[in-house]
């Protein structure tokens, strides 16, 4: 029984088994015949688009051909056009050139017409000439130079006539200028005038201190004297003892040491050579000290310390009685301002001017003008350039080229030339003197020439058979360039020339 039940179980199942398989197939199929019908329809679908798509073509290229006909019609139409026309103006052109040509020839023609005429008129001024020459009793050369030579009068007449306007012109506009420019920095700089003088007075407790100075035999007095290189004046002055030297610095280390002696009382060569020596160190610490000062009221910073201690050499060095320290400040001051109404760099002209005599600062040991040693010093120690460049042209030792050196160069004539800032020898002043009118004298046509106004101005009289009046402007210039060529002078030179003409007759 149980065997059976199994058999049935097991037919059913295939059974079953069978049923679904089959009924897989039948749907199996049934998919696949939809999916044909589906692929069949969109087949159909895109043959169809693609037929319209194709009749779409086709009409667009059918449009763009008839597009591009109709263009190359109406292009080929232009073209038959441009062609006429080209034609047409080929033709127009030839018959100018011919035109042209029949022109050429009608101008050979011409032209040969002109040179037999040219050829007939020559021979008619060279007959005309040779009667003029025999008639006048000159030749043609001769003639032609004595109408240039007239001409040349003429010109020479027109452009000295035209250079003395345009030098007015010129002069009284740049004069206004620089008037207006100067005023303007020495109002801003006015500064006190301090003349030094080769003496300095010590002044002693008694009189008996002047034996102590001599010393026995004079030997304290020989050692002042040998360590400081001044000379001791001891005279009859009461309570007094004058020390006298050209070089301050070394007037200033025997002051200095004198009066440290007079204080402390003891008295002979050892002492002296021991205070002698701290006086040196003293006055090497004033140097470096006014240097300082001297830059600080400069408003000039950064400077190499070997520059500071050569500018405070200055406060003992003298030009023509002018102390150079305070001469060096002023023109730094003088410089800027300047530097400052023509819109220049003030900075670089405020230093330019501080250093612009630090050349002077440098012993005798040192060969050169001290415009140029100045500048190889601001070479060597501040690297500026144009510092270096504006101190060497400053004397015109160098071309005077730069802004800055013609700004330096008129600060130190302003400081210079002030009232009573520099005082000149008798016998530098009559050599300077002599000198302007022997140059005035040594051009031809001088009747006379004077020196006047302390050898401000030069008055020249010319001959007025030999120099005409248009000639004195001439000779005024160059003599103004032969003083600036020879001379050195502060400020300026004013060269007067006067011709003065009188015509005497009488009547009867």
């Known amino acids: 029984m149980d065997i059976t039940v199994y058999v049935l179980l097991a037919l059913g199942l295939a059974l079953g088994g069978l049923i679904g398989y089959f009924v897989r197939q039948v749907v199996a199929n049934q998919q696949i015949l939809s999916t044909r019908n589906e692929a069949k329809r969109l087949l159909d679908e895109a043959t169809s688009k693609h037929k319209e798509l194709l009749l779409e073509a086709r009409e667009d290229a059918r449009r763009v051909r008839s597009a591009a006909d109709a263009d190359n019609r ?3 139409s232009q073209l038959q056009q441009a062609e006429k026309r080209l034609n047409q103006r080929e033709e127009v052109v030839e018959r100018k050139l011919e035109s042209v040509e029949q022109r050429g020839r009608n101008l050979d023609a011409r032209e040969k017409e002109v040179e037999g005429t040219n050829r007939e008129l020559q021979d008619i001024k060279e007959k005309q000439l040779a009667k003029l020459e025999s008639v006048a009793g000159i030749s043609r050369d001769e003639a032609r130079d004595r109408l240039l030579q007239g001409i040349q009068g003429e010109v020479e007449e027109e452009a000295s006539r035209r250079v003395r306007l345009w030098e007015e012109k010129i002069n009284e506009e740049a004069e206004a200028r620089a008037h207006d420019i100067l005023a303007t920095a020495i109002q801003r700089c006015a500064t006190d005038v301090v003349s030094e003088t080769t003496v300095s007075t010590i002044p002693l407790p008694s009189d008996e201190m002047k034996g102590r100075l001599i010393g026995r035999e004079g030997r304290n007095i020989r050692a002042l004297e040998q360590a400081t290189g001044v000379d001791l004046i001891i005279d009859d002055t009461p309570e007094t003892v004058t020390i006298s030297s050209f070089d301050p610095f070394r007037r200033e280390v025997a002051r200095i040491a004198l009066s440290k002696l007079i204080l402390d009382g003891r008295i002979h060569p050892a002492r002296i050579e021991e205070l002698v020596g701290k006086a ?16 600080r009221e400069a408003g ?4 190499h310390p070997e520059l500071i201690k050569l500018l405070g050499k200055l406060k003992f060095r003298t030009s023509y009685g002018q102390n150079v320290l305070l001469h060096s400040l002023e ?3 003088l410089a800027g301002m300047l530097a400052d109404e023509i819109g220049a760099n003030a900075d670089t002209a405020r230093k330019a001017g501080l250093l612009h005599d630090i050349g002077k600062a440098v012993d005798y040991d040192v060969e050169g003008p001290h415009a140029l040693i100045g500048a190889k010093l601001v070479e060597q120690w501040d690297k500026s350039a144009e510092v270096a460049q504006a101190v060497a042209e400053h004397h015109g030792e160098s071309s005077t080229s730069s802004v800055m050196g013609f700004i330096v160069a008129a600060a130190d004539a302003i400081s210079g030339s002030r009232t009573g800032a520099r005082r000149e020898s008798l016998p ?3 050599k300077r003197i002599e000198e302007l009118e022997d140059i005035a004298r040594s051009f031809p046509g001088i009747e006379k020439a004077f020196a006047i106004q302390a050898g401000r101005e030069v008055r020249v009289l010319v001959k007025p058979e030999e120099i005409d009046d248009l000639t004195t402007v001439r000779l005024a210039r160059d003599i103004s360039k032969k003083i600036e060529e020879s001379l050195t002078y502060p400020g300026q030179i004013k060269i007067t ?3 003065h003409t009188t015509a005497v007759e009488y009547a009867k």
């Open 74 to 76: 109406e292009r080929r």
């Open 280 to 295: 040196h160190a003293e006055v090497e610490g004033v140097i470096r000290s006014e240097g300082d000062r001297a830059a």
């Open 300 to 303: 000039v910073v950064g400077l």
């Open 331 to 333: 023109v730094s001051h």
């Open 428 to 430: 530098q002043y009559l």
């Open 497 to 499: 020339v006067a011709r």
